[in-house]
T-cell receptor, first 113, second 113 residues
Framework: DQQVKQNSPSLSVQEGRISILNCDYT??????FLWYKKYPAEGPTFLIS?????DKNEDGRFTVFLNKSAKHLSLHIVPSQPGDSAVYFC????????????FGDGTTLTVKP | DVKVTQSSRYLVKRTGEKVFLECVQD?????MFWYRQDPGLGLRLIYF???????EKGDIPEGYSVSREKKERFSLILESASTNQTSMYLC????????????FGDGTRLSIL
């Protein structure tokens, strides 16, 4: 049973437009959600996170929204830039799990100039 | 800046060989992880270590073992390499809290011939 799902394997948007990446989870014990970005031939790097007690967290062009009742979170990138083209992983963790995270399969974002 | 260093970027081995992948982190993190990344399958946890000499199986431990003799070093061992272990291997480290992001190395692209 996959506890964290990213249902869109890929997303293509025009430069300057909004990118919305989605993530669903099933385990109500998750209390922290993180997004990572991965370029080819590099390891993932942490992008932004949100605690389960919040519904929104913003960092520059990146905003993460959390809907606990729907067990759904989304990452918004506004405006999208060609350098944002990468694989984005959603991850969820629980305090009871000593820092382990469960990752989604990733969404490949392509931002076209 | 946190540094997670994986000993090799690319490695080619033969079926049946014993393979060692090494990972070193410099941030005194308690947690260390080994993942493999395959197209369409996201990041799958192989093994997790929460302290020196302590380890826990992840989602896909079969065919692998690990060693953590020092806090900064976490080794992944393929006991008898097989072609289905051809993959990208990623090491990560973190503090043992759900709100702490994992820091990844750049990965080892392992090919088993």
């Amino acid at each position: 049973d996959q506890q964290v799902k990213q249902n869109s394997p890929s997303l293509s948007v025009q430069e300057g437009r909004i990118s919305i990446l989605n993530c669903d989870y099933t385990n109500s014990m998750f209390d922290y959600f993180l997004w990572y970005k991965k370029y080819p031939a590099e390891g993932p790097t942490f992008l932004i996170s949100i605690s389960s007690i919040k519904d929104k967290n913003e960092d520059g062009r990146f905003t993460v929204f959390l809907n606990k009742s729907a067990k759904h979170l989304s990452l918004h990138i506004v405006p999208s830039q060609p350098g944002d083209s990468a694989v984005y992983f959603c991850a969820a963790s629980a305090d009871t799990n000593a820092g382990k995270s469960t990752f989604g399969d990733g969404t490949t974002l392509t931002v076209k100039p | 800046d946190v540094k997670v260093t994986q000993s090799s970027r690319y490695l080619v081995k033969r079926t049946g060989e014993k393979v060692f992948l090494e990972c070193v982190q410099d941030m005194d993190h308690e947690n260390m992880f080994w993942y493999r990344q395959d197209p369409g399958l996201g990041l799958r946890l192989i093994y997790f270590s929460y302290d020196v000499k302590m380890k826990e199986k992840g989602d896909i431990p079969e065919g692998y073992s690990v060693s953590r003799e020092k806090k900064e070093r976490f080794s992944l061992i393929l006991e008898s390499a097989s072609t289905n272990q051809t993959s990208m291997y990623l090491c990560a480290s973190s503090f043992p809290l759900s709100n702490q992001p994992q820091h990844f190395g750049d990965g080892t692209r392992l090919s088993i011939l």
